[in-house]
């Protein structure tokens, strides 16, 4: 496995575009495999193969929130598979903020990286959630 600068790049266009409210990104890269899974912060966003496409599309087309940094970006990739993970702020139109991590898993389809998996979550520490792990 090698680290992906190509990937590194392709993150930042996808995060570039989501601030942008352009969801060409999401029809070009984002696979329509059975397979392809998108979890989000919310406990009902567990989406399924093309439906995963369709709730990023949508949440293109609200008032939505700018992304103004990240941070921790790394990608890999072998051969026709590659994973990438980031921290960012969202910035929403009314000032508040919030601050996920995000990652992801890629296929290279018909020469492009596509979306398999894509995975955000709100960092909460383990005794707020009520979880103590053993140890």
């Not at 070009?28 to 919310?42: A, N």
């Not at 508040?96 to 909460?124: C, M, N, T, Y």
Request: no cysteine.
């Amino acid at each position: 496995m090698d680290r992906s600068p190509e990937l590194e790049k392709f993150i930042v266009a996808w995060f570039d575009a989501a601030t942008r409210g352009d969801p060409s990104l999401v029809d070009r890269h984002v696979s329509r495999h059975e397979g392809t899974r998108l979890v989000g912060t919310d406990p009902g966003e567990w989406f399924e193969g093309a439906a995963a496409a369709e709730f990023l599309k949508k949440g293109l087309q609200g008032p939505g929130g700018g992304v103004r940094s990240l941070s921790d970006l790394e990608a890999f990739s072998e051969g026709t598979v590659g994973w990438g993970m980031t921290r960012f702020t969202l910035t929403f139109p009314d000032g508040s903020s919030v601050s996920p991590r995000w990652s992801a898993v890629f296929h290279r389809e018909d020469g492009e990286w596509k979306f398999l998996q894509l995975h955000a979550s709100i960092g909460v520490a383990n005794e707020e959630s009520g979880w103590v792990p053993a140890g």
